[in-house]
């Protein structure tokens, strides 16, 4: 196996392309023609590869998944529209009515209110402080199929124990699923600590730039679903490794519909390829930045795992790369945050992560304002909370333009 980058890179071409195309075309298709009926039949009853329908298969996006499966070395991937439509569209699939699954409470905040939803659903989840594998433990109960963690938890960036959690999954025969979104593959593996699947937003780091929303789910090979008694009969075939997702395409991705664009998907494919380089430098931002603000008079508190009083920097150490291109800061209480935020010249007050711009917002009072000061003080989100997405631009650029907007 080639490095990170080259295999990623050189992953177009493992099936011929038309012409010697280095790019993957964009399909532009629906549906699929066939000069012989046999071998439409045979596609529909699952003996022959072929492509039947665009709402569940498309070349363009066959193409990214074949990537981002390389990427967590996986067994098998399935892309959706959105990183939320691959988490929704998996619990959906593979959870039923009088389930229970335990999850994290340090969560994307819409991934919170999707799990309240569930919950209104019969599927019972419960909230507990993943950074401790006994409090997950604790909340495993007999019905329990499932436990959801994320890797490092945003805005606050407590970091999960992912390898004793992977363990104790092993150990208790749960599925455990990784959104690794946080981390991106480069980061972070979450195969290597026993994950069952791996949920990545695509619209983060992976497609990295800011103008295409994806989600994927991995399958690792991992977990034995010959175990699990909601596969339906019909998935229960061939090799028992990809059952799961098998039934996540079907169940989920056909029946329910959140597809994945070709035009998206070619975006996406593109900007997977300089994943590492990003992630390097963003990250090298991050601690730069952080560094620079832990030092300042004007700022009280920092968040970032890179830094060495942060409570879970050595777990960090241990499992990344590096600790990622996210932080959290609070200023001073005689700085006013959005005059603070309307200062800064080149970051830009935004919602995403992961793009190529350094992105800055305070989440409170946006992306964390529908869930209530309760919740929010449960996630150890203070209300001057300002959150930093680091970009690719120059590290002096940033440093100065932070300083200028806290001198004033
Ligand atoms: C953004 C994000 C999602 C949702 O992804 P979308 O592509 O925006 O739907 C899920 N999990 C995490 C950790 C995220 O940061």
Redesign the pocket.
Known sequence: MRGFTTSIVHSDRLEPVEHGSLHKPIHATVAYGYEDVQDLADVFQGRSGGYSYGRQVNPTISALETKINRMERGVATVCFG????A?GTLLFALLRQGDHFVSSSFL?G??NSLFLSFAAHGVDVTFVDATSTDAVASAVKPNTKLVFV?TIA?PRTQVTDLAGIGALCRDRGLVYVV?N??TSPYLFQPVDVEASLIVN?L??YIGGHGNA???AVTETGKFDWTSFDNIYDTYRKGDSAKWALTQVRKKGLRDFGPTLGPEAAHHLGIGAETLALRMERQCKNARALTAFLAAHDRVSRVYYPGLPDHPQHARTKGLFRHPGALFGFELADDVEPFGFLNRLEVVIKSSN?GDNRTLAIPVAHTIYYEMGPERRASMGIADSLIRISTGIEDEEDLIADFAQALAA
């Open positions: 959105t990183g939320m439509a988490i994307f819409n991934t994320e945003n959104d979104t946080m937003s619209t983060k929303l994806g989600g992560l």
